[in-house]
């Protein structure tokens, strides 16, 4: 069991000055959970870059090489054709379809990677602790387990910094 104490705000700009004052006091925060994407919250949490990036280039690359090769197989070796006396291996006449191949293994890859990452597989279940922070709340949410503060200190300060409503919940993970 692990108790997990958490605060709604209503505005983003609360939310940011919230975890800037409970940082400033030595506070872990386990995760913020919000509805859009709010600047410069990333930076405040120093958050890691995503690897997602990565995983679709080496994707591209790969769809790249498999699709030049096929291509390059097919017109010189598997099925050799004469077209108006030019030569078998035209590169030039590869491009677009080794262009169409990299960017939909790219865009898989990408998916892929982004729903396991995620944990949005199937029969996954998601972890909401409150349906407002799906329409237009913001939460921060604190882990006992994280810090030295015990569950009533640790509402106390997000009560400090202006939360809304603060709740503690039990959870199983």
Do not use: C
């Given at each position: 069991m692990k108790n997990?104490?958490?605060?709604?705000?209503?505005?983003?700009?609360?939310?940011?000055?919230?975890v800037k004052a409970?940082?400033?006091k030595g506070i872990h925060i386990a995760d913020v959970r919000t509805p859009f994407p709010v600047h410069g919250l990333d930076t405040v949490l120093k958050l890691r870059r995503s690897h997602l990036p990565k995983v679709a280039f080496i994707a591209?690359?790969?769809?790249?090489?498999?699709?030049?090769?096929?291509?390059?197989?097919?017109?010189?070796?598997?099925?050799p054709l004469n077209f108006g006396g030019k030569p078998y291996s035209s590169i030039l006449s590869f491009i677009p379809a080794t262009f169409e191949i990299t960017v939909?293994?790219?865009a898989?890859?990408?998916?892929?990677?982004?729903?396991?990452?995620?944990?949005?597989?199937?029969?996954?279940?998601?972890?909401i602790l409150d349906e407002e922070v799906t329409n237009d709340h913001?939460?921060?949410?604190?882990?006992?387990?994280?810090?030295?503060?015990s569950e009533t200190e640790l509402a106390e300060a997000l009560e400090a910094?202006?939360?809304?409503?603060?709740?503690?919940?039990n959870t199983k993970k």
């Open positions: 997990i104490i958490y605060g709604h705000f209503t505005d983003d700009h609360d939310l940011l000055e919230a409970l940082q400033e591209g690359v790969i769809g790249a090489v498999l699709m030049f090769s096929f291509q390059y197989w097919v017109f010189t070796e598997g099925w939909l293994f790219a898989f890859a990408m998916g892929i990677a982004f729903l396991l990452r995620s944990n949005l597989g199937p029969g996954s279940i998601p972890d913001f939460q921060i949410i604190l882990s006992e387990k994280d810090n030295t503060l910094t202006g939360a809304l409503d603060v709740k503690q919940v």
